[in-house]
């Protein structure tokens, strides 16, 4: 029998970032319009890993999902082991910019979920003319807090476990048992620490509420899709950050929560193909 | 019996199984196997005292009772507590944290047990869910 192979290769690409040489881990299916993934706080580029697995998709995009600095297969630069990690809008923006531009990327799409819904939002502040679209998962100006984040990152708690734990609640119950546990472990492999730091970019450096009347959604679509039962991007915050964008597209979608491509992927390609295929058909 | 004290028995009959349907799930057990501590459940008016000893639940009373020490608590309304234990609860009433960022639970003492053992705990909650897929 031929073994069963996932259409799905993985390199890895040296670039500098804040000055300092980076070897990023990325993986990437099919062939046409890039299609760049930003995974999720805390977790990595395997979140995405059923959109690299779907023909109606890879037939026109090439799909290509990097971890960024500190995740999954992305180590940390050296010299990590003497500082406090901590992702910023600047550094963030800077990930996915270098990234793009070192794949000599063509008006890449760009689709990011959580932080990596936020940071689309500053993408398309700053550098729209640089994306064919821009597509939000889970994505807001700002949302409030709901727990202590230190308990993401202390010795006498599994960090794992407790971000796992906190996270487990943002996926519906709906959701395939399989696909949500497979998601939880993502955030149970994550290094210590990397959560949290992922969170000073989403709670404190990037309030984007002042700047997204600046967005110009005719230079570039602008997308926004969220999951009924996030309630930690809620979809009235995505609503009440859309309201403040003419032009942006709000999408509530039933039965998932902030994990979409990953908790239910069924779920998911219901309201994602519809986007990719007008993504993909408008000139 | 009224309406109310009906729905009241109804939530007693419910948290009262909790013992049951921990202690049969083995894989659930084994995940709080360091874990021994009590907890208090607030549903509506009425605090149940949970004693855990080893992931198993080893007692459940029902109270007031007078100086009962605990670690941490979860006290929630009655609405909360019967939505959040049906198959499917509607969006803001599937998890702890997001009954609590809406006001409906609230989480007091030391909440280290809990955090340390949540994936835990959040099972355990959510385990009445099962007599509902059960009964149908």
């Keep these: 029998m031929a073994p069963q192979i996932d259409p799905i290769v993985g390199r890895y690409l040296h670039v500098k970032l804040q000055q300092r040489p980076h070897r990023i881990y990325f993986e990437e299916a099919g062939q046409g319009i890039p299609l760049v993934c930003l995974h999720t706080a805390g977790s990595d ?26 995740h999954g297969k992305s180590a940390p630069p050296e010299g990590w082991h003497d500082e406090e990690y901590r992702l910023t809008t ?37 550098h729209a003319r640089e994306f064919r679209a821009l597509v939000g998962l889970e994505s807001a100006a700002f949302q409030p807090p709901w727990y202590d984040a230190s308990w993401l990152h202390r010795p006498d708690v599994h960090g794992g476990e407790v971000c796992a734990g906190l996270v487990s609640g943002l996926m519906a119950p709906q959701s395939p048992k399989a696909a949500r546990w497979e998601t939880l472990w993502h955030y149970m492999q994550s290094g210590p620490g990397v959560f949290k730091g992922d969170l000073y970019f989403y709670r404190v450096d990037a309030d984007l509420r002042d700047a997204i009347d600046r967005i110009d959604t005719r230079i570039c679509p602008l997308y926004l899709m969220t999951g009924e039962y996030d309630f930690s991007c809620t979809p009235e915050d995505t609503v009440r950050t859309a309201e403040r964008i003419p032009g942006a597209e709000v999408l509530e979608m039933k039965e998932v929560g902030h994990f979409p491509m990953s908790e239910n992927p069924q779920q998911f390609r219901r309201y994602i193909l519809p986007v990719l295929d007008r993504i993909r058909t408008v000139p | 019996m009224d309406q109310a004290e009906a729905a009241a028995d109804d939530l007693a009959s419910t948290i009262e199984k909790l013992p049951t349907l921990v202690n049969a799930d083995a894989a659930l057990v084994r995940r709080g196997r360091s874990l021994t501590v009590d907890v208090l459940l607030e549903v509506g008016a009425t605090p149940y005292y949970v004693s855990i000893v080893g992931g198993r639940i080893d007692r459940i009373e029902r109270g007031p009772q007078v100086m009962r020490s605990w670690s941490f608590a979860i006290r929630g309304d009655a609405r909360a507590w019967r939505q959040f234990w049906q198959p499917f609860p509607p969006p803001h009433f599937h998890d702890i944290f997001a009954l609590a960022k809406r006001g409906h639970f609230r989480l007091e003492g030391d909440l280290y047990p809990l955090m340390a053992h949540l994936l835990y705990f959040k099972d355990v909650l959510a385990a009445p869910r099962r007599l509902a897929e059960g009964a149908r």
Excluded: K
């Design chain 1, 90 to 126: 600047a550094s963030y923006t800077e990930a996915i910019r270098t990234f793009c531009a070192a794949l000599e990327l063509d008006h890449p799409v760009v689709l990011g979920c959580s932080i990596g819904g936020r940071i689309v939002l500053n993408l398309a502040i700053h």
């Design chain 1, 45 to 70: 580029g395997r979140q995405f890993r059923h959109l690299m697995t779907d023909a109606a998709i890879t037939e026109y995009f090439r799909v290509i999902a990097f971890d960024l600095p500190w």
